[in-house]
């Protein structure tokens, strides 16, 4: 959250791996004939819960510059 005292979450390349490879529980197989479609900032939770399951994937990865739904809905 936002309030009171930042707070931090210590990673390893290990944990990431695991983010990684815990994506096909969301979203099923991914595979390199796959794409996504990231329309926030990659936020560090964006990264871990997006990004990198498809980055292990071999998926195609495509990022808008700022969201506005029309540009979305182009994308």
């Not at 707070?7 to 991914?30: F, N």
């Not at 595979?31 to 329309?39: E, G, Q, T, Y």
């Not at 936020?43 to 969201?67: C, D, E, M, Y």
Request: no cysteine.
């Amino acid at each position: 959250g936002s309030t009171g005292r930042p707070k931090g979450v210590m990673h390893t390349q290990a944990t990431l791996v695991a983010s990684a490879l815990a994506g096909s529980a969301v979203y099923g197989r991914i595979a390199a004939r796959d794409a996504v479609l990231v329309a926030m900032s990659p936020s560090f939770a964006a990264w871990t819960n997006i990004v990198l399951p498809f980055l292990a994937g071999h998926a195609k990865i495509a990022f808008l510059r700022r969201f506005t739904p029309d540009g979305f809905l182009a994308a």
